[in-house]
């Protein structure tokens, strides 16, 4: 039988404590934990930063450091003598190629030096400017009360930024709706998505939105008790968030807000692996519903928001919900809008939601080349062509082009860029990320990416016969997004390139 959930949810924590998953670890947490050795053993194992603790230097593998020659930075470091690890993507597409050094220090090797983040006076729209110590938004929430705030946040439009881009007030109303009086705010800061990077913007810039955000989400709902589940390689955003915490005790003195860090899965940026992971275990997706209004961190309501979202509530509740829904062009509000690859610029551009591409790409220095395609919103996003530059970079409109805003993780491509391989390196990503739960997406994706694979061996068109039936049993029979979307990279890019798809 299991322990109770308090000492479950410290079972990785402890595991990093002993420098990761080995017998001896796992046999001193278990005595610890009362949890069974076996149980902690397919945790620890689930989370690479726990499996493969510090020992090598991690090698991004994302779209944009692969597009800038990760594979042979990769090379020159294995021949120098060090054990190289490739990994996902570390949230650095700005400063590709990234690396994280053997104690986790980031390390890049760019050339560009011009990246501009949401603190640039220029850009300011709500994110930006003046960080208000005093914490009055808080306080006038309080005053206004719940009901009052969620007609703001209604009248605002405010779309969930994790990438669903669900209305932000359903939330809220949901859970103060609850009959259950313990609840949770949780923050997600897990932002993995290759081509994403705003979220860490955010926190090392403008923590104190993020933590107002929070603590007018937890007075209004009725809660002490905020979580911030950050991804583990984001070791400098953990130091100036606690910076932030610790600045603002006196205004937090209400709330206890706890870091949680995470250990290196992508999945767990979904909401319920996330509160998976939150639990101790390992992180996998539930089946919905119940949603975690209902039933979430402990089984209790719980409202998750990502970064981004969160930081956007004070504005609104400072401005009212009609300053910020006509800040956008399109579709209500501003927008961090993160871009990398073939641009002079590169970082995170806060605009109005409905900026083109163009227009983006203005901002950020011009296109490097001629530009050919781009993923809008991360790898679930897949390819569009350059000729969709005018079209708003907005929930709706990419949702009607076949694509979508997802985590708004832009990344361009000109036409130096194979788009077989450019799929390769996504569906790379999706299937060293898919977490096993259901057959569709654990075989799918890796069927997939070896008929593409094959395909850029041999050259031989027929390898996709079956890819596209595949992607339709992915997309019907997957418990969450990643097995819904894991095949857009190849399926979009055959669409839209075919002459990149042809017998070669
Ligand atoms: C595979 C997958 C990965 C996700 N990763 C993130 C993430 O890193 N950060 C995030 O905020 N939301 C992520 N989401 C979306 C969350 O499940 C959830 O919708 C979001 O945290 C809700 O916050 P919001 O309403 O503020 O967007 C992911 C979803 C899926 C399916
Ligand atoms: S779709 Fe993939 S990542 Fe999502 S729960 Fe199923 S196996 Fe896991």
């Known amino acids: 039988m299991l322990k109770p959930t308090a000492d479950r949810e410290r079972i990785i924590e402890?595991?990093?404590?002993?420098?990761?998953?080995?017998?001896?670890?796992?046999?001193?947490?278990?005595?610890?934990?009362?949890?069974?050795?076996?149980?902690?053993?397919?945790?620890?194992?689930?989370?690479?930063?726990?499996?493969?603790?510090?020992t090598r230097v991690r090698v991004c593998d994302g779209l944009t450091c692969q597009m800038f020659g990760a594979d042979e930075l990769a090379r020159q470091i294995t021949e120098s003598g060090k054990e190289v690890e490739r990994v996902s993507c570390l949230g650095q597409c700005d400063l590709a190629v990234a690396t994280l050094s053997e104690d986790m220090e980031l390390?890049?090797?760019?050339?560009?030096?011009?990246?501009?983040?949401?603190?640039?006076?220029?850009?300011?729209?709500?994110?930006?400017?003046?960080?208000?110590?005093?914490?009055?938004a808080l306080a006038k929430a309080r005053l206004m009360g719940a009901d009052a705030v969620i007609e703001q946040l209604k009248i605002s439009g405010l779309q969930g930024r994790g990438g669903a881009g669900f209305p932000a007030h359903f939330k809220w109303t949901s859970l103060i709706n609850q009959a259950e009086t313990e609840r949770y705010v949780v923050c997600n800061a897990d932002e993995a998505e290759p081509g994403t990077f705003?979220?860490?913007?955010?926190?090392?810039?403008?923590?104190?939105?993020?933590?107002?955000?929070?603590?007018?989400?937890?007075?209004?709902?009725?809660?002490?008790?905020?979580?911030?589940?950050?991804?583990g390689?984001?070791?400098?955003?953990?130091?100036?968030?606690?910076?932030?915490?610790?600045?603002?005790?006196?205004?937090?003195?209400?709330?206890?807000?706890?870091?949680?860090?995470?250990?290196?899965?992508?999945?767990c940026g979904e909401e319920t692996a996330l509160l998976e992971s939150l639990e101790g275990k390992r992180g996998m997706p539930r089946l919905k519903p119940p949603f975690p209004t209902e039933s979430g961190f402990r089984s209790k309501p719980t409202l998750i928001h990502n970064v981004e979202t969160i930081a956007c509530v004070p504005s609104i509740v400072h401005h009212g919900g009609q300053w910020f829904h006509d800040l956008g062009r399109t579709e209500a509000g501003s927008k961090l809008y993160c871009i990398s690859g073939h641009v002079n610029q590169p970082g995170v551009y806060e605009l109005p939601l409905g900026v083109?591409?163009?227009?983006?790409?203005?901002?950020?220095?011009?296109?490097?080349?001629?530009?050919?395609?781009?993923?809008?919103?991360?790898?679930?996003?897949?390819?569009?062509?350059?000729?969709?530059?005018?079209?708003?970079?907005?929930?709706?409109?990419?949702?009607?082009a076949g694509s979508m805003m997802g985590s708004a993780g832009i990344v361009v491509l000109n036409d130096t860029v194979d788009m077989a391989r450019a799929a390769d390196w996504q569906l790379k990503f999706f299937e060293r990320e898919?977490?096993?739960?259901?057959?569709?997406?654990?075989?799918g994706t890796q069927f997939i990416r070896r008929q593409n694979e094959k395909y850029i061996q041999l050259g031989d068109p027929a390898t996709f016969e079956h890819t596209e039936d595949v992607a339709w049993e992915m997309e019907e029979g997957s418990?969450?997004?990643?097995?819904?979307?894991?095949?857009?990279?190849?399926?979009?890019?055959?669409?839209?390139?075919?002459?990149?798809?042809?017998?070669r």
């Open 14 to 54: 402890l595991l990093e404590h002993e420098g990761g998953v080995t017998e001896a670890s796992v046999r001193k947490v278990a005595a610890q934990t009362g949890v069974p050795e076996a149980d902690i053993w397919g945790t620890g194992k689930f989370y690479t930063l726990i499996n493969t603790p510090g």
């Open 107 to 136: 390390v890049t090797y760019t050339k560009k030096e011009t990246n501009i983040s949401p603190a640039s006076d220029d850009l300011a729209i709500n994110l930006a400017g003046e960080v208000d110590l005093g914490y009055s």
């Open 198 to 231: 705003k979220d860490r913007e955010t926190m090392l810039r403008q923590p104190h939105k993020m933590l107002e955000g929070l603590a007018i989400a937890a007075a209004l709902i009725g809660t002490r008790e905020i979580y911030i589940y950050i991804r």
């Open 233 to 267: 390689e984001y070791v400098n955003e953990v130091a100036a968030l606690e910076v932030a915490i610790d600045e603002a005790k006196g205004q937090l003195e209400d709330f206890n807000v706890t870091i949680v860090r995470g250990h290196g899965a992508y999945i």
């Open 356 to 400: 083109t591409l163009d227009e983006l790409v203005e901002q950020a220095g011009g296109y490097v080349g001629t530009p050919l395609a781009f993923s809008p919103g991360g790898a679930s996003s897949g390819f569009l062509p350059i000729s969709q530059r005018t079209l708003p970079l907005d929930y709706k409109s990419l949702a009607a």
């Open 434 to 443: 898919s977490c096993g739960q259901c057959a569709p997406c654990r075989i």
């Open 479 to 503: 418990i969450c997004g990643l097995g819904m979307i894991a095949a857009k990279p190849l399926t979009s890019a055959r669409e839209h390139f075919p002459e990149h798809f042809k017998t």
